[in-house]
């Protein structure tokens, strides 16, 4: 392994060093669970009551075999304690919870730590693109701290960190090593308690009613589901088979990258859940669904689902309850991790659709076992390569569909043929929007608001944009007034805020982890700008008084560089502000920060000193959309702190590229220290639709 924690590349003819870190990876996991088992044994023996009466019998010799007994347990050098902290036994959590005072950790969780490690390298090596998401950082902190028992209850906190499970939810091809690293480590399902969900008819709108199918296909329900997109809604169809039986299928979507739903069960939370258990907030929504729509005991039903959806519609099918109320006769999961879980009927017809590079579907990037267990009768595997490789894209459901209709002819008629009883036509179609009555909506009260959707060129995003988990770091810079006027547009009414004899230019990163748009990293060279109609000296400093909405001032936005192509389009479409799309990475959330673009040559880094509490940024941003002025209000909570900017330095290549570079230049920036830092290493915040002024 190298020093960075990759894997090296595989050798001539040799194995693929990845492989072989999986290989061992579950090896050492084995191993954990061996001694966890070991570990319940051990407390089972020490407070059995055989023993508990051999100690008073013969308390010479009964106390000492308590003692070595616990002492296997308990001690350091033995078991290191209680794995599961929420044992049965009362005196069990008391000696669990005293090992975690005295500093120490179950053997079970560090030698699974182990095997973390060693997973993180192998998926490094084969997708070292997810070395600069935000979520591969989080974890990577947590499993190199300096001892391994800080490493454990770092990744213990991070794992109960609901949003920091967001971010670690992206890392597909490690979720699975997660959950059992969590369960050996924690010993609990987060949130505890029986997972809620609930369920209520609605209405499709008129262009979607138009497209939803009317004849039962494979096609047809998978393009039901497209259009359901992934707003918490799922459908259920009567079909008419071509016997004259009415049946009814199922269709659940899956969840939207990045975008949190605590208000439904579809967000990237719950596929934690729905991973590893067949009960959860997904699969209950489900069940009310069924019986909000009618359908009677002993219905046959076809269950059919996309990535999230696709794990919940298999954990149905091995629900003995629902399966004793209803009939599953088919059950179809594409783009989803099937494993092998078997039906509770095992008459039950299993179907999985995955494409290799699906880091969902297929996590480690190879296709399923062909040796796995299953009755080739009732199972049935389509594995393929896809022309698309690109994640997430190569996960999304229209790939899907465009493969099965072009590349996979055979399969599409194989599972048809397996859902002839469905093929006929539907008698009725009824939507219902799940609920999650377990947690608040994601960001409440701050982010529960009113939205609307607007218009883009890469579909309707709902406004204001939400950003619920984010960092950022602006650093401020006194400017000549002069060259922060010709960077402006060629219009009087834009003149640039002076603070005594200078102006002030703020270069901000934002690392954007989770938000309704999706993750990713901004860069952004603003410019204060005067009240449009009525400037007044210092007006700046007095509008610091005054919330966002009543400002005179504003941030001009000369350039603006983001990471995705949703982020561009919204930036330009609604913003006004001139973008582009580049790749970057930026790390906000210590004292040390850093920020790098190739594609832009600039680099920021540096360490912030000690600073002070401010209030929350809150900001109006000003931008171009023909001839008016765009103008949009920024509110943000967090802990906004000002340092001093000694610490931290701009850098640009020589050959960086413009527009950015350039106006870094003329304003003298760039290879400048920033007078002051405002940095906040999380915060939420939300971005309303921009407002066009008649100037």
Request: some cysteine; charged content about 25%.
């Amino acid at each position: 392994m190298r020093a960075d924690g990759t894997a090296p590349g595989p050798a001539p003819g040799g194995p693929d060093p990845a492989d072989v870190l999986r290989g061992c990876a579950r090896d050492v996991l084995e191993v954990a669970e061996g001694i966890r088992a070991v570990s319940e044994r051990t407390a089972t023996t020490l407070f059995a009551p055989e023993l508990t009466a051999a100690v008073r019998r013969r308390p010479r010799t009964g106390l000492a075999g308590r003692w070595a007994v616990l002492r296997a347990l308990a001690a350091r050098q033995g078991l290191g304690g209680l794995a599961d902290p929420a044992p049965r036994s009362g005196v069990a959590r008391v000696l669990g919870l005293a090992g975690r005072a005295r500093g120490g950790e179950s053997l079970a969780a560090l030698v699974a730590l182990t095997s973390l490690r060693l997973r993180v390298a192998a998926v490094l090596a084969d997708h070292p693109e997810l070395s600069r998401a935000p979520g591969m950082r989080l974890l990577t902190r947590a499993v190199t701290a300096d001892r391994d028992q800080d490493a454990v209850r770092a990744l213990r906190a991070l794992l109960r960190d609901r949003t920091a499970q967001r971010a670690l939810s992206g890392l597909a091809p490690l979720i699975s090593e997660l959950l059992a690293v969590r369960a050996l480590s924690d010993g609990r399902p987060e949130g505890g308690g029986a997972p809620e969900g609930g369920a209520e008819a609605v209405e499709l709108a008129d262009q979607r009613r138009r497209i939803i199918a009317t004849e039962g296909s494979v096609l047809g329900f998978l393009r039901n589901i497209e259009v359901l997109s992934t707003d918490g809604r799922i459908l259920v169809q009567n079909v008419r088979g071509p016997d004259g039986v009415v049946r009814y299928v199922v269709q659940a979507p899956g969840t939207a990258p990045g975008r949190p739903r605590d208000d439904a069960p579809q967000d990237l939370v719950g596929a934690w859940r729905d991973l590893c258990a067949t009960d959860s907030p997904y699969t209950r929504s489900l069940v009310r669904a069924l019986a909000v729509h009618g359908v009677p005991r002993g219905a046959e039903l076809a269950l059919i689902g996309h990535s999230e959806g696709g794990n919940a519609v298999l954990n149905l099918a091995q629900d003995e309850d629902f399966c004793r109320t209803y009939r599953v006769t088919h059950a179809l999961a594409v783009g989803s991790p099937a494993g092998d879980r078997e039906p509770a009927d095992p008459r039950t017809w299993i179907a999985t659709v995955t494409n290799q590079y699906d880091l969902v579907a297929a996590p480690d990037g190879l296709p399923a076992d062909p040796a796995a267990p299953g009755d080739p009768a009732t199972r049935y595997r389509v594995e393929y390569a896809g022309p698309t490789r690109e994640f997430p894209l190569c996960h999304r459901l229209h790939e899907y569909i465009e493969h099965l209709r072009t590349l996979l002819p055979d399969a599409r008629a194989d599972l048809d043929e397996a859902l002839t009883p469905y093929r006929g036509p539907v008698v009725r179609t009824q939507a219902y929007q799940l609920k999650d009555h377990a947690h608040p909506p994601a960001g409440h009260p701050f982010l529960t608001l009113a939205t609307a959707p607007v218009r883009t060129t890469v579909g309707p995003v709902d406004v204001p944009v939400r950003y619920y988990d984010s960092a950022a770091a602006h650093l401020c810079f006194p400017v000549d007034p002069a060259a922060a006027r010709s960077l402006l547009p060629d219009a009087d009414w834009l003149t640039p805020s002076r603070l005594g004899p200078r102006a002030l230019a703020v270069l901000s990163v934002h690392e954007h982890r989770c938000t309704t748009i999706g993750p990713y990293t901004e860069i952004a060279l603003s410019v204060l700008v005067d009240d449009l109609w009525r400037p007044r000296p210092y007006d700046a400093v007095t509008d610091l008084l005054r919330r966002v909405d009543l400002r005179r001032t504003g941030r001009y936005v000369l350039s603006l560089a983001v990471t995705t192509e949703a982020a561009r389009a919204v930036a330009r479409e609604v913003w006004g502000q001139p973008v582009l799309r580049m790749r970057a990475e930026a790390d906000l959330t210590g004292r040390g920060i850093r920020a790098r673009s190739e594609d832009l040559g600039l680099l920021v880094e540096g360490r912030l000193g000690p600073g002070v509490r401010c209030p929350d940024a809150d900001r109006a941003l000003y931008g171009r959309r023909g001839t008016g002025t765009v103008r949009t209000l920024v509110r943000a909570h967090g802990r906004l702190r000002l340092h001093p900017g000694a610490g931290v330095r701009v850098r640009l290549d020589t050959g960086a590229a413009e527009p950015l570079a350039g106006q870094l230049r003329r304003l003298g920036i760039d290879a400048a220290r920033p007078l002051f830092v405002l940095a906040c290493p999380q915060f939420m915040a939300h971005r309303g639709g921009g407002a066009v002024l008649a100037r």
